[in-house]
């Protein structure tokens, strides 16, 4: 096939990918500005973008992209130095600045792709990876003590961002894909044919426009990013807050729906048996009970750390009496019935 065997197939391939990375990453940022503007709606973002069908096929198909990209990235570079040594990309009539560029573009793609591999660590593993696992609360990325709903992004941005060293490889990061893409960009289109010398002239202003507010972009809000984190903005504003509480209200609900749909399972055979009734209802609060009040304890505390300028629900409200229900026969300490005092209003 033409596509593989051929250099200009390759170089095809690579022109192809690359051009859909370049939309990705316009995309992403954004994708990231809605963070800047309206936070609760860039939460609102990356639950749509949550452990869904049509995210999971993208991401797969992104995914694909990235490999096939640097797949043939490493092979067009160890053909070219096997047909001409050192001097690969040779271009005649390049600008010093591009000289040099398309000269290390296999190692600014290295770069590049080492940012990426922690900006999935930091935020894909946390996010949609851990809503595809299913992971229960007690396994979920942790802030302050207590979990982080993967469909919340400011508090991963809160998290990330809290680190110094942070800002500093995202914006290393930024500055490779400059490089990188400022090269690639009029490149790809070469490739495919537009390489007369007028139109080669336009399309590097071009890419170098495209590619400077791009990636300006992404170093101011590396920037805002960390301002916002250092300054605890991510975790004490109200409207945020008031979001994460509907998170943990409704984690409370599911977990009162699943209390009852368990004792009238476990209650259904005894209803004209009051001795049995007792009996089966000691057991199921011997078996039931602990794990209840472990899952209140953790969405109690989350609540009242992540926030505690949120209302809680009815169902909130049932859920922490009953874990006291349950802690009294269990004989344990009572827990904490409201996350905060000025929420009981």
Known sequence: MWLTSSSIGRKFIMALTGCCLVLFVTFHVLMNAVALIWPTAYNQVCEFLGANWYALVASAGLALLFILHIIYAVWLTLQNYKARGADRYAIAGRT??????????????????????????QFWAKMQWQELRHADLTVLPQLEGVPASPAMGTLFLQMAFSCWWTPVVYIIGFIALWFHMNHGFWSMFQTVGWNNNVWLERLKKIGCWWTSIVVALFIAQAIVFTVHAKNNYYTENPALQQQY???????AENL??????S?????????????????????????YGPGFVEKAKLIGDSFEKQCPAGIP????????????QFQQMLGTPAMQEEPAQNNQQ
């Open 96 to 121: 010093p600045q591009v000289e040099w560029s398309s000269k290390n573009m296999l190692v600014l793609g290295i770069v590049v792709l080492a940012f990426l591999v922690v900006h999935l660590i």
């Open 245 to 251: 509480a509907e998170y943990w209200n409704e984690q």
């Open 256 to 261: 009162m729906n699943d209390f009852q749909t």
């Open 263 to 287: 004792i009238q399972q476990a209650m259904k055979e005894t209803e004209n048996d009051p001795a049995l009734a007792q009996k089966t209802q000691q057991e199921f609060v011997q078996s």
């Open 313 to 324: 629900s009815d169902n909130f409200r049932q859920m922490m009496m009953l874990s006291g």
